[in-house]
Structures are given as C-alpha cells and as structure tokens.
C-alpha cells in the first residue's frame, strides 16, 4: 500500500499537467555543480487535531522545501526548470501588487523559473542539514520568497516555506484549487491568526521530530522507520519570517520554545494583545517581559531602528542573544524576492512603465540584486550561529562586503 507520502508526490506529479504548466519541470543538460543549486519540491500537511478557523475541517498547510545539492564539484545531478507562480497564483497576487505600485506583471510571471536539481546526488542523501522553516506575511505568499529560500539552502540549510492558510493571499493546492485570505479588520484578529499561525509552526516541528512522519519521508536522508536515520529535533530547527511571519516566530519562541533562533525580516511583534488602529496603522503593542528566549535577530528598514515598537521588543529579547540590523536603503518589501526580481529584469523591455510612484516606498532605493544578497549573507551567518554553533561575536562585527547592513543594536556597552 501507497504511504500518504508517496501518494501525495504522485499527487504533485499530475497537479504540473492539471494546471497547464504550473511547476511544470524542463530537463537542462547535466552539468558539475559548485554549491548552487537546491531541490524544490511542494507538499501538503494535514493537521488532523485542529479545526481551520478560516475554512472549517482539519487544517491543512502547503509547504516548499528546499534541498541543497552538494558542494562537491566533482558530483552533478539532473537539472530542471520550474514555473516560479502558478497562473492561478499569479492572477490572484495581483491586486496585492497593484497595491504596492507593481503593475502588469502577469506575462513578467511566465517568464520567472526556479532552477533546480531533480534530485540530490547520493552524496547529499547521506547529509543531514540544518532547518530552516520561512513564515511569510499577512496577505503575501510563500512563493514571493522562493529565490530568497533557495539562496538559503545554497548555504547549506534544508528550507521549508510555509503558506498558511487564511492569511496567505492566495494557496494554490495540489489539486488547482485555491484558498482565498480572510479580512483582518481589527488588531485583535491579527493578533489571533499570529497564534493559528504559531500553532502552524508547532505543527510541523511535531512532524520533523517525528520519524515515521508524511513530512520526514520526503527528506532524501529520512527513512521512515529506520532507526539508524535520526529526526530532527527542536535544537535543529530555525525560523525565518517576512513581516507576520517575523511575528509568527516570536509567538511560537513564547508559546513552544523548541526553535533554536528566529530571524524576524521588518515585522511588528503582533500577536501580544495589540490595541490601536488598524486605519490609520497605529497599533499599540502589549509585550510580555520576555517574549522569546532564544537567540533573535531584527532585520529592519532603517526607519524602524529607533521606533517605540522595536525598540521595545528588543528590550524584551534574550541579552547576549540579540541583534538588530538595518538595511540601508531597504523599504518594507525589500526582503521579498520583489525587488531582486525586478532588478534582474530591469535592464530587458519586461519592466520599465510597470513601477508606479509608490513603489519606491514599499521595494526601497538599494538595488534588488545587492539586497538579496546582502540579506542572504547576514541570514546565513545568523543561522550558522544558532544552527551549527559559530561563535556569538561573528556577528557584531560589521562586514566590509556589504556596507549597506549596519549593526544597530546592542550598541557599544549595552
């Protein structure tokens, strides 16, 4: 008999030909590979104990993972192609880029491909790399961070991107269908999809410390039933996340304590008992003393440095354990794939015109190519700290490589 794993790969395999190409794989010619290129599978997990708040039944989540693919030069593997947006998902992110200034950008969608290994060469199904799960924000999309999480895994962690249902803008499942996001009118709402969300992330750290789970069963070093293939366990395990996602990691840190770090990408600490405005954006946050006790990193835009809401919560982060960094230049947005996206697409006939005048606000000034690289690095070097125990103070000192990202606290002496 078929495992729900198995069946849900074939599953994948006819969703490519049932959405006219979504994912749809295109063989490249074998090639030796430095250490570049990830495996990059979808998936979907049941958590049969809840209820989904948003839809009713059991709560079901859909997830990417991102494998990497030996730094050996001497090994190769198959490469191929895969769509970056399915159509469906791309037409239904579009008015949340209109509302960023981004505009047209369907046909740019079909030209936009994930490049990666077919499988690992049987060098990496021996390896055992860290995690590093991805939590996006409120009304975006896993996917808007695919090329950001690849570039992780190149780095030599095992990413898994996270849609979660309700507040994603749209999830598109392996069947075509898709999941719509709820409206969140109030700052109390948002606070509660932070705790669904955070019980999302409690989800899935049950599978990874499960060994006979759906989840363990896709890794290519994960054996179901083999006790000689150890599972992860919470030590193992990181968080990344844009925005709510930023949040989701801080509540889940307060709320379950297995993640060993969290890397927080420009997001309020909602989640809290949060009161104020949503209309104007005033909310007014309700801390704990202690919000999270593992090592934590904020990533901001620059304008938040020195706002009461960060600069609050960094007070209430472990000391020795905590660090805030500014991107020079960085809007909001600027920690999604957006601006890299356009970036690389700047210079051909596919973008110019598309840019209204409020992009600039939300994508930043830096050029989208040098701040995915300069995120990437500084989020790599963060999580080879909590994840494969690098030395604290590797942080603290400024990199001359990229003189965009400054250390903003601890300052001197704090």
């Not at 770090?261 to 008992?273: E, K, Q, R, S, V």
């Not at 598309?354 to 070097?381: D, F, K, Q, S």
């Amino acid at each position: 008999m078929l495992t729900l794993a198995v069946a849900c790969l074939i599953v994948l395999c006819a969703w490519y030909e049932y959405v006219a190409g979504a994912y749809s794989q295109v063989p490249l010619p074998t090639e030796p590979l430095p250490f570049r290129t990830t495996t990059f599978d979808h998936f979907e997990l049941v958590d049969t104990r809840r209820v989904d708040p948003y839809f009713g039944g059991p709560r079901k989540l859909m997830l990417s993972l991102f494998y990497p693919c030996s730094g050996n030069h001497s090994i190769a593997c198959d490469l191929v192609i895969r769509r970056y947006l399915p159509r469906t998902t791309a037409e239904h992110l579009d008015p949340l880029l209109r509302s960023l200034d981004i505009l047209d950008m369907l046909d740019v969608w079909d030209l936009e491909f994930v490049e990666a290994c077919l499988e690992p060469p049987e060098h990496d199904m021996r390896a055992n790399y860290p995690i590093v799960l991805f939590s996006h924000g409120l009304n975006s999309s896993r996917l808007l961070s695919s090329d950001q999480a690849q570039r992780l895994a190149m780095k030599g962690f095992a990413v898994i991107t996270i849609d979660h249902p309700g507040t994603a803008r749209v999830v598109t499942w392996l069947n075509g269908s898709t999941s719509l996001s709820a409206d969140f009118g109030t700052n109390t709402m948002v606070d509660q999809a932070v705790r669904v969300r955070s019980e999302d992330i409690s989800f899935v750290l049950d599978q990874l410390e499960d060994i006979d789970s759906d989840l363990n069963a896709l890794f290519p070093y994960r054996i179901p039933g083999d006790p000689s293939k150890t599972s992860p366990n919470g030590s193992s395990v990181a968080l990344l996340g844009h925005s709510l996602g930023g949040a989701t990691g801080l509540r889940n840190a307060f709320d379950d304590g297995r993640l060993a770090g969290i890397a927080n990408l420009d997001g309020y600490p909602f989640g809290f008992n949060t009161t104020g405005t949503t209309l104007p954006f005033e909310p007014v946050f309700s801390l704990p003393s202690s919000v999270s006790k593992v090592p934590t990193l904020l990533f901001n835009v620059p304008q938040q440095i020195r706002s009461t809401a960060f600069t609050e919560l960094y007070h209430r982060l472990p000391v020795g354990k905590r660090l805030q960094l500014s991107l020079r230049g960085a809007g909001h947005w600027t920690f999604t794939d957006l601006p890299f996206i356009i970036a690389r697409r700047n210079g051909s006939d596919k973008l110019p015109g598309r840019l209204g005048p409020g992009a600039e606000e939300n994508l930043g000034t830096i050029n989208g190519i040098v701040a995915m690289n300069a995120t990437v690095y500084h989020l790599a070097a963060f999580f080879d700290v909590v994840l494969k125990g690098k030395k604290w103070s590797s942080l603290l000192a400024p990199d001359a490589t990229y003189p965009e990202v400054s250390v903003a606290r601890p300052r001197p002496g704090e």
